[in-house]
């Protein structure tokens, strides 16, 4: 049974997670896995031989265990804390949810669910970064080149949307995207942008109108576009203007938009887009 897995790291868009899960739920009829790990953390003690005595230094050793017990104990207890409000959200929509704590390294416990898993939901940072709207997750940057299920990266605030704009640049990277995505469940029905930023040559408005072809066969709308400029400000600039909540892209390959996805931009792309990212695989 596929579920999609809602990853709560922490509470600066929990809400957010909520929300756009119990979108995704009700329209796959997926469950929702509600996922709160906790990550490994080790306090090491310095070297303190040559300032404090043999009985201190072992004193304080034995304190600081305490104290990281206790620090473990409240981690726990927190996490488990937002996990009941997420399930209690969910349940708002009329979603039911299964909650799952987890100890140890995140990349590893997503690896472990990933062939039951539909679709990763991720904020954009965590808590962290309460409140600092341009700062993306270092965990989430890690998370996109390894994992290869589909990531939904949302916002502080989700928007369900009523339109998608889909990044096309012609490589066979966004063929397979493409493919994916007019095979979605989720996204069906939804009236589709297929942008392509690229210079203008019968070769480039070929590719383009071979796939809005391919996707009207299968009976989505699509409003082709062929645009000039560099590829970030130019796809942030149409969304604002047709007022798009939601970017579709192909993650992998050797493509233009690669080094949005998969370089060096990648925070720079993460933190500029106004809308929610869904990234295929």
Request: net charge negative.
């Amino acid at each position: 049974m596929t579920h999609i897995l809602a990853c709560l790291d922490g509470v600066a868009s929990q809400g957010a997670i909520c929300d756009a899960s119990a979108w995704a739920a009700a329209i796959t009829g997926d469950a929702v896995t509600l996922l709160h790990v906790l990550e490994r953390h080790q306090n090491v003690l310095p070297d303190l031989s040559g300032t404090i005595g043999l009985g201190s230094r072992e004193t304080l050793q034995v304190e600081l265990a305490e104290l990281d017990q206790q620090r473990s104990q409240l981690a726990r207890q927190q996490g488990k804390l937002q996990l009941d409000a997420a399930v209690h959200q969910l349940a708002e929509h009329g979603i039911q949810a299964n909650r799952l704590q987890r100890h140890g390294d995140l990349l590893e416990t997503l690896s472990e669910f990933a062939e039951q898993t539909r679709l990763l939901v991720l904020g954009k940072c965590g808590a962290r970064h309460e409140g600092e709207d341009a700062v993306v997750g270092s965990q989430l940057e890690s998370l996109l080149r390894t994992q290869r299920t589909p990531a939904l990266v949302v916002q502080r605030h989700f928007t369900a949307p009523t339109s998608l704009l889909f990044a096309f640049d012609g490589s066979e990277t966004a063929q397979r995207a493409l493919l994916q995505l007019a095979g979605s469940t989720l996204l069906k029905g939804l009236p589709c942008h297929l942008v392509m930023v690229a210079d203008p040559s019968a070769e480039h408005s070929a590719q383009l109108e071979d796939a809005a072809a391919m996707l009207r066969q299968g009976g989505w709308q699509v409003i082709p576009s062929l645009r000039q400029g560099e590829l970030l400000p130019t796809l942030t600039q149409y969304l604002a203007q047709q007022q798009i909540a939601l970017l579709v892209m192909g993650a992998y390959g050797h493509s233009r938009m690669r080094q949005f996805v998969l370089g060096s931009h990648t925070s720079a792309m993460l933190r500029a887009l106004p809308c929610t990212l869904l990234l295929l695989r």
